[in-house]
């Protein structure tokens, strides 16, 4: 698991980085189908990811980092009718999150996106409970609430929610780790009368490291949702 992450952590920090490129304002040129395989792609890349272990944080603890999730479109034809422009190949999304630990185990969190050159913004928010706080001889067990709203699109009210199963365990500095889900998406078009709402739900997993050195924090996933891989590299804080 090590060579991976560091393998992902390598190509986030040389390859040449660009956002997704002009505004989803175009939905009215869509079928049915079509707008159901932009909904699938925005649930897989707008979907809220941690990036972190199912270690609780503690009632003083804090985690606050930037991230940028980079998410394969599997139907780039439909995001590219849907938009103003072309589409990309991969969308890359960049979030600043903080986490805060509470007490008896809670931990809640929240990010915000807005991404260059688009319409796209948006927000999310997770609650996280630690079943098992973990030691040096157990891992941790968390199970994580999640939600995610899009506000940017005039023509497309969008929001996604998620229940997640995850677990880590410390190993000095790094801490490996893994989990389980599912995403709720709903889709509605505003505005627009050739498509109608679809509402759905995708199975997801991933893995992820994360490496504390003091105050300085990395960590990095791999998340598959439905049919769409995506890779998250976050630099922060953690204490």
Not at 78 to 87: L, Q, V
């Given at each position: 698991?090590?060579?991976?992450?560091?393998?992902?952590?390598?190509?986030?920090?040389?390859?040449?980085?660009?956002?997704?490129?002009?505004?989803?304002?175009?939905?009215?040129?869509?079928?049915?189908?079509?707008?159901?395989?932009?909904?699938?792609?925005?649930?897989?890349?707008?979907?809220?990811?941690?990036?972190?272990?199912?270690?609780?944080?503690?009632?003083?603890?804090?985690?606050?980092?930037?991230?940028?999730?980079?998410?394969?479109?599997?139907?780039?034809?439909?995001?590219?009718?849907?938009?103003?422009?072309?589409?990309?190949?991969?969308?890359?999304?960049?979030?600043?999150h903080l986490h805060k630990g509470l007490p008896a185990g809670f931990d809640v969190g929240?990010?915000?996106?807005?991404?260059?050159?688009?319409?796209?913004?948006?927000?999310?928010?997770?609650?996280?409970?630690?079943?098992?706080?973990?030691?040096?001889?157990?891992?941790?067990?968390?199970?994580?609430?999640?939600?995610?709203?899009?506000?940017?699109?005039?023509?497309?009210?969008?929001?996604?929610?998620?229940?997640?199963?995850?677990?880590?365990?410390?190993?000095?500095?790094?801490?490996?780790?893994?989990?389980?889900?599912?995403?709720?998406?709903?889709?509605?078009?505003?505005?627009?009368?050739?498509?109608?709402?679809?509402?759905?739900?995708?199975?997801?997993?991933?893995?992820?490291?994360?490496?504390?050195?003091?105050?300085?924090?990395?960590?990095?996933?791999?998340?598959?949702?439905?049919?769409?891989?995506?890779?998250?590299?976050?630099?922060?804080?953690?204490?």
């Open positions: 698991m090590k060579r991976a992450l560091s393998a992902l952590a390598i190509l986030f920090a040389t390859a040449p980085i660009s956002f997704a490129a002009d505004n989803i304002d175009q939905i009215n040129q869509l079928i049915q189908s079509d707008f159901r395989n932009l909904s699938e792609d925005l649930g897989a890349a707008l979907s809220y990811k941690a990036v972190i272990p199912a270690k609780p944080l503690g009632i003083t603890g804090f985690d606050v980092g930037v991230e940028v999730t980079a998410t394969k479109l599997q139907h780039r034809d439909a995001w590219d009718r849907a938009s103003s422009g072309a589409a990309p190949d991969t969308v890359y999304v960049p979030r600043l929240a990010f915000y996106s807005s991404v260059p050159d688009s319409n796209l913004k948006f927000w999310g928010a997770e609650a996280r409970y630690a079943i098992i706080e973990g030691g040096v001889a157990t891992p941790a067990l968390g199970l994580r609430g999640t939600y995610s709203k899009l506000s940017g699109v005039s023509q497309l009210d969008f929001h996604t929610t998620g229940l997640e199963l995850l677990v880590s365990k410390g190993l000095a500095i790094f801490t490996p780790y893994a989990g389980l889900g599912r995403v709720w998406t709903t889709s509605e078009p505003v505005g627009v009368s050739n498509v109608s709402k679809e509402e759905f739900s995708l199975g997801k997993y991933f893995i992820g490291g994360n490496v504390n050195l003091g105050l300085v924090n990395f960590a990095i996933e791999a998340d598959k949702t439905g049919g769409a891989t995506s890779y998250s590299a976050k630099l922060g804080f953690r204490f």
